[in-house]
C-alpha cells in the first residue's frame, strides 16, 4: 500500500502545482506559502494519531497534504528570485546566481543531513535495529519522526515566511523600479 500511496500523493502533487501560478497571482506567493506551509503542519501533525494499520485515514492525508504543500513547491523557488531582486534593488547588482547557487547547495545539504538526522534520531531515541525494524519502539520512531517532527519544521518554515519582508505589494514595487532603473540603464 506504500508504493500507491506515494503514486497517489506524487500524482495530486503534479496536478495541484499547475495551479500554483493562479493561485500567486490572485494572492501573492507568500501569502500561498505561508498558507501551504500552515495547512502542512497540520496535515502532518494529523499523520501521528492515525493508527499504523488505518491505510484510509494514511491515504486521505496524503492526497490533502499533497494539495496543500504542492503549490509552495514551485512558489518558494520563486521567492528566491525575489530575493535576487531584492538584493539588485539594494546592491545595485545583480547576484542572481550567487543566490541559486547558495540555494542548491542548501538545499542538497539539508536533504543529505535530514536522512543522517532522522536515521541518528531513529538509533539514539527508539533503539531502532535493521534487524527488527518493525519492534514497537521502531514504529513509535516512525510515527513521531514523520508526524511531529516534520509539523514542527512545517510550523518553522511558516513562522519564517510570516516574518519574511517580500509581500505581493513589495515585489510588484521592486519589481517596477527595477524595470525602470534597466530601461535607464539601457538608454544611457
Known amino acids: 500500500f506504500n508504493s500507491i500511496i506515494n503514486m497517489v500523493g506524487t500524482v495530486t502533487t503534479i496536478i495541484v502545482?499547475?495551479?500554483?501560478?493562479?493561485?500567486?497571482?490572485?494572492?501573492?506567493?507568500?501569502?500561498?506559502?505561508?498558507?501551504g506551509f500552515a495547512l502542512s503542519t497540520v496535515n502532518a501533525f494529523a499523520f501521528y494519531?492515525?493508527?499504523?494499520?488505518?491505510?484510509?485515514?494514511?491515504?486521505?492525508?496524503t492526497i490533502i497534504g499533497s494539495m496543500v504543500y504542492a503549490p509552495t513547491i514551485p512558489l518558494v523557488w520563486a521567492i528566491f528570485a525575489d530575493v535576487a531582486d531584492y538584493s539588485e534593488l539594494k546592491t545595485g547588482r545583480?547576484?542572481?546566481g550567487m543566490v541559486f547557487a547558495t540555494i542548491g547547495f542548501a538545499l542538497k545539504s539539508g536533504l543529505a543531513l535530514g536522512s543522517a538526522s532522522f536515521l541518528w534520531l531513529m538509533a539514539g531515541l527508539f533503539k531502532y535495529d535493521t534487524q527488527q525494524p518493525s519492534a514497537p519502539d521502531a514504529v513509535a520512531g516512525y510515527r513521531a519522526l514523520t508526524g511531529i517532527a516534520v509539523a514542527v519544521m512545517f510550523a518553522i518554515?511558516?513562522?519564517?515566511?510570516?516574518?519574511?519582508?517580500?509581500?505581493?505589494?513589495t515585489t510588484i514595487e521592486m519589481a517596477e523600479e527595477l524595470a525602470a532603473r534597466r530601461a535607464k540603464a539601457g538608454a544611457a
Do not use: E, Q
Open 17 to 35: 502545482i499547475m495551479l500554483s501560478a493562479s493561485f500567486a497571482r490572485r494572492f501573492g506567493k507568500k501569502a500561498v506559502a505561508v498558507a
Open 49 to 61: 494519531f492515525l493508527k499504523p494499520t488505518d491505510v484510509n485515514g494514511m491515504l486521505a492525508l
Open 94 to 96: 545583480r547576484f542572481t
Open 157 to 169: 518554515c511558516t513562522g519564517l515566511l510570516i516574518i519574511y519582508k517580500l509581500n505581493k505589494r
